[in-house]
């Protein structure tokens, strides 16, 4: 179907964790891109779901008004609105997926509900515009841990998935074991680049295991049980070698399985998403690879990388370029995964 009007400027919002996030794109372009990310969780060691709703709740409206004001744009001027509907927690999902809505019906604006996890593969795009399809994308996140085949917009192949933890939800997990606080993984890229990454042999799960899973657990209670009989003193001795050698044995584990996707697809261009994609060690390590076997390597901006209403706003314009669009009837999906993504 043909949609009958432009979509140029699209107001896109996320709220499907504990960022809370509100963006303005105009023609493939990001006007304006406000994140809050709730403190309120650190205490706790990870998301406290009934207090990231409260929170989205407190702050969506003042976090929308504020991507709008950097955007130099009023309700008036947008074509479109955007929102995350899945995956994520649903207390979250539904405040923004109602707020949306709620805009969408008293201002008469075409309404779009957009995957989460598909909004991370295209927040390349917003960057590198001359990506082409087809292309591998590692996607690394708290909730994620997936290689992706990306042969079109919309056609997507995952070709490998974590059996167990997200590489993500195991460096917020040791980081607490740590008493490093939340979130965890950018603590720990911190404190590894003074450790030596040699100096605790942690495990490579499922490195012979033929295909491209992962699997986070085993390395995760070798983590525990390294940890655990130390003294405070020691494991303040000790901390950055402790994060350096945790750290490597997931960046070695990403690597690998992603050598063996190019070895099995013989696609060269490869995107990195997700929060994790933020890492120092990752991107360090990924470079290398990209020069060693000639590849093309993509990785968003850091801004692009966490959760983010401008990977939503891109992706609804995106969407809306190729004639998608939904009505108020969609409603917040937890568990949406790519493969029951209808239609984006």
């Given at each position: 179907?043909k949609l009958?009007?432009?979509?140029?400027t699209?107001?896109g919002?996320e709220?499907?964790?504990d960022e809370?996030?509100a963006?303005?794109?105009?023609?493939?372009?990001v006007l304006?891109n406000?994140?809050?990310?709730?403190?309120v969780h650190s205490?706790y060691?990870?998301v406290?779901?009934?207090?990231a709703s409260?929170?989205?709740?407190r702050?969506?409206a003042?976090?929308?008004?504020s991507a709008?004001?950097?955007?130099d744009t009023?309700i008036?001027?947008?074509?479109?609105?955007?929102v995350?509907?899945?995956?994520?927690?649903?207390?979250?999902?539904l405040v923004g997926?109602?707020?949306?809505?709620g805009?969408?019906?008293r201002?008469?604006?075409?309404?779009?509900?957009?995957n989460h996890?598909?909004?991370?593969?295209?927040?390349?795009?917003i960057?590198?515009p001359?990506?082409?399809?087809p292309f591998l994308?590692l996607?690394?996140?708290?909730g994620?841990?997936?290689?992706?085949?990306?042969?079109?917009?919309?056609q997507?192949?995952i070709?490998g998935t974590?059996?167990?933890d997200?590489a993500?939800?195991?460096?917020?997990?040791v980081?607490r074991?740590?008493d490093?606080?939340?979130?965890?993984g950018?603590?720990?890229?911190?404190?590894?680049?003074?450790?030596d990454?040699?100096?605790?042999?942690f495990?490579?799960s499922?490195?012979?295991?033929?295909?491209?899973?992962f699997?986070f657990?085993g390395l995760k209670?070798?983590?525990?049980?390294?940890?655990?009989?130390m003294?405070?003193p020691?494991?303040?001795?000790?901390?950055?070698h402790?994060c350096?050698?945790?750290?490597?044995?997931?960046?070695?584990a990403l690597e690998m399985?992603?050598?063996?996707?190019?070895?099995?697809?013989g696609i060269h261009s490869?995107t990195?998403?997700?929060g994790?994609?933020?890492?120092?060690?990752?991107r360090?390590?990924m470079t290398?690879?990209?020069d060693?076997?000639?590849?093309?390597?993509?990785y968003?901006?850091?801004?692009?990388?966490t959760?983010?209403?401008a990977m939503?706003?891109?992706s609804g314009w995106?969407?809306?370029?190729?004639n998608?669009q939904?009505?108020l009837?969609?409603?917040?999906?937890p568990?949406l995964s790519?493969?029951?993504n209808?239609p984006?």
């Open positions: 179907m009958d009007k432009e979509f140029n699209v107001l919002i709220t499907s964790c809370t996030s963006s303005v794109v105009k023609n493939g372009s304006s406000i994140i809050a990310s709730q403190q205490e060691g990870g406290v779901p009934e207090m409260r929170e989205h709740e702050l969506l003042y976090i929308t008004e709008l004001e950097q955007a009023t008036q001027d947008l074509d479109a609105i955007a995350t509907y899945g995956p994520g927690l649903m207390g979250s999902l997926v109602n707020f949306a809505k805009l969408a019906l201002n008469n604006l075409p309404f779009v509900g957009i996890i598909e909004a991370h593969l295209l927040a390349n795009l960057d590198a001359e990506l082409d399809y994308c996607l690394v996140s708290g994620h841990t997936q290689i992706i085949r990306v042969d079109g917009f919309g997507y192949n070709l974590t059996i167990d997200a993500g939800e195991a460096f917020d997990k980081a074991l740590l490093l606080g939340y979130p965890g950018p603590l720990i890229d911190k404190h590894a680049k003074d450790g990454a040699r100096k605790y042999n495990p490579r499922l490195s012979d295991s033929g295909d491209l899973n699997s657990s209670t070798a983590a525990l049980y390294t940890i655990q009989p003294s405070e020691e494991r303040q001795a000790e901390l950055s402790l350096a050698s945790f750290q490597e044995a997931i960046v070695d399985k992603l050598r063996d996707a190019v070895t099995q697809t490869i990195i998403a997700g994790v994609a933020a890492n120092s060690r990752l360090q390590r290398e690879m990209r060693e076997l000639n590849l093309e390597l993509y968003p901006d850091f801004q692009y990388c959760d983010n209403g939503i706003a891109y995106y969407a809306l370029q190729n998608i939904h009505d009837t969609l409603t917040a999906k568990r790519l493969s029951n209808s984006i």
